[in-house]
């Protein structure tokens, strides 16, 4: 093969991958029913300690302070809304947000895994994203690991004295590559390839999910960056009244 | 897309093991079934399943039987370990949903279009393989970057049991949801011992994501109006800013609640009224069989 005949080739997957982006492409659920039974057992398991940590949390908060329970009822809500709503992408693409990034650096972690799981139940029930069985490992990637990376990289970027803006984007950013890299995981562990093994397979679905996650990952940081930026412009008192909940839910 | 996807996906799936008129005809007839509500299919609309399920007319039986029985076939689906028990019980069960529910069958297409593209992608995954040689005995095989991309008859059978696992797996899941409506769903979790603070919070969100998808698409209408969308750059401004103040707005919103929910001796429990609706026989009749149908084929299909 000719150096001009690669490029030619090199040229054309390119073009390939971009414009063969399918038509949905919304945050990685799991469908339902696409796990064994003994990974949806174990990822399942894997979520309940936080899980409990969350109910208990946000029980003890929801006992001191009644009216905690109507704002963390109106952030699950927004953050189903966000993550059936379009947005805005460059691969012409139809893309959600998975909010569950917005939600770790507004709520904490603990509330976010719990409305991440009621957020998850109704995506399945009312939009078709994601599944039951496969409710475990969804929870896992979407609304542990993602939004646990995405509150660590933000309290340490505070800590630092990094910009504020410049921290959220990086953190949400990263955040959403880590549920998708987690997800493409999840998917190589339960069919690893036959000729490489896990690491191959998870080669492959990183391969597939990239050209339209990685650009997805990006607008999610910009918009989170920019959601943070206007609430500060619009909601100061209510964002004070969070930080606080938020304060209680982490003791 | 979707169409062209199902089509290479079956192509790969069937190919060296059906004659070429049967495989082509095989690819491109499911392949043709999406193209039908090409173009029709809208996002942000709000929740199309939650009217669905309410229009239904098996939204008349009881929703914890409605939810144990679709569980349970759910489970059984994917415990499966031949292909053919999952593929009869969708083809059931979107009987059942199309000709008892009276669900609108260019809905149920629409709806089955969204798991179709994430199940086709990774049946392509699961489906071709890269091998530095090429493969003896492979199904289908193309030269890639100085090694061989290859589907052998292992990864078709595999990739065929997965696909089937999940399609009969969607029917169970949209039976469920295209039939009962989420507070019947709620209220059944409630009595399966679920903690009150989950179920309160669920119901509440359920309750508010109407009022902020009503408020979002206001917005974006508005936002729209003034070219708020032209451009990629402005485009993504304009949604940060919209979110932004959503949820602002969703929390003074909250606040008002909250205040009239104190104003009428709120004490932290919500109390939600439900209309009891009993199990009916012929309810019994059409799970019950689909359930013992479906272990007699897990069981004895190994």
Redesign the interface.
Same mark, same amino acid.
């Given at each position: 093969m000719t150096a001009r005949e690669k490029k030619f080739l090199c040229l054309s997957t390119v073009i390939a991958a971009v414009l063969c982006v399918p038509g949905a492409a919304f945050a990685m659920h799991i469908m339902e029913g696409y796990l064994p039974p003994a990974y949806c057992v174990a990822w399942g398991a894997l979520c309940l300690p936080f899980l409990a940590a969350g109910v208990i949390s946000i029980r003890r908060l929801t006992r001191e302070r009644r009216k905690s329970l109507l704002l963390l009822a109106m952030a699950g809500a927004f953050v189903f809304v966000i993550s059936s709503l379009k947005i805005p992408s460059v691969t012409g693409s139809c893309s959600h947000m998975t909010g569950t990034g917005l939600g770790a650096i507004l709520f904490g972690v603990p509330a976010t895994s719990v409305l991440g799981v009621i957020v998850l139940v109704f995506q399945a029930l009312l939009l078709a994203h994601g599944g039951l069985t496969t409710l475990g490992a969804n929870a896992f990637s979407m609304a542990i690991a993602g939004p646990l990376l995405t509150w660590a990289l933000y309290r340490a970027g505070l800590r630092l004295r990094v910009p504020k803006l410049a921290v959220v984007f990086v953190s949400a950013m990263l955040g959403d590559l880590l549920t998708y890299c987690v997800t493409s995981l999840q998917l190589a562990l339960a069919y690893p390839s036959p000729s490489g093994g896990v690491a191959a397979s998870a080669l492959e679905f990183l391969a597939v999910f990239a050209p339209t996650q990685l650009p997805l990952a990006v607008i999610e940081g910009i918009i989170t960056m920019l959601v943070v930026m206007g609430l500060e412009s619009v909601a100061k008192p209510e964002l004070r009244e969070l930080e606080r909940a938020r304060r209680r839910l982490t003791e | 897309?979707?169409a062209?996807?199902t089509a290479i996906a079956l192509l790969s799936l069937f190919a060296g093991r059906l004659a070429p008129i049967p495989l082509a005809a095989s690819c491109l007839l499911p392949a043709a079934l999406f193209l039908l509500p090409a173009g029709r299919?809208r996002?942000?609309g709000g929740?199309v399943?939650?009217a669905c399920a309410r229009r239904s007319r098996l939204s008349r039986e009881n929703a914890g039987v409605k939810a144990a029985g679709s569980?349970l076939l759910?489970?059984l689906?994917?415990?499966s370990g031949s292909p053919w028990p999952?593929l009869l019980l969708f083809c059931f069960l979107s009987g059942v949903t199309l000709l008892w529910g009276k669900t609108r069958p260019h809905d149920y297409l629409s709806?089955l279009?969204?798991?179709a593209?994430?199940?086709l992608?990774?049946a392509?995954?699961?489906l071709w393989?890269?091998?530095p040689e090429r493969p003896a005995g492979a199904a289908l095989s193309v030269p890639f970057f100085g090694g061989w991309l290859a589907v052998?008859p292992?990864?078709q059978e595999?990739a065929g049991l997965?696909l089937a &696992?999940?399609?009969?797996?969607?029917g169970?899941?949209?039976f469920?949801?295209l039939s009962t409506p989420?507070p019947e769903?709620l209220h059944a979790a409630r009595r399966a011992h679920v903690?009150a603070?989950?179920t309160?919070?669920?119901v509440?969100? $359920?309750r $508010?994501?109407f009022?902020?998808?009503d408020a979002?698409r206001t917005r &974006?209408d508005a936002a729209d109006s003034r070219l708020g969308?032209r451009g990629?750059r402005r485009?993504? &401004?304009t949604?940060?800013?919209v $979110?932004?103040?959503?949820?602002?707005h969703?929390? &003074?919103?909250?606040?008002a609640? $909250?205040d009239a929910?104190e104003s009428r001796c709120?004490t932290?429990e919500i109390a939600f009224l439900t209309r009891p609706k009993p199990v009916t026989a012929r309810l019994l009749l059409l799970l019950l069989p689909a359930v013992a149908a479906m272990l007699a084929g897990v069981l004895l299909l190994r």
């Open positions: - | 897309m979707t062209l996807l299919h996002h942000g929740p399943m939650d569980l759910l489970v689906c994917i415990c999952p709806l279009t969204l798991p593209v994430f199940l992608l990774s392509l995954t699961l393989d890269f091998f052998l292992a990864s595999l997965v &696992r999940a399609v009969g797996a969607v169970c899941l949209y469920l949801s989420l769903l903690p603070v989950v309160s919070l669920a509440l969100i $359920y $508010y994501l009022l902020l998808l979002a &974006r969308y990629l485009s993504l &401004r949604t940060g800013l $979110y932004g103040n959503l949820l602002a969703g929390f &003074r919103r909250a606040g609640c $909250y929910m709120f932290g």
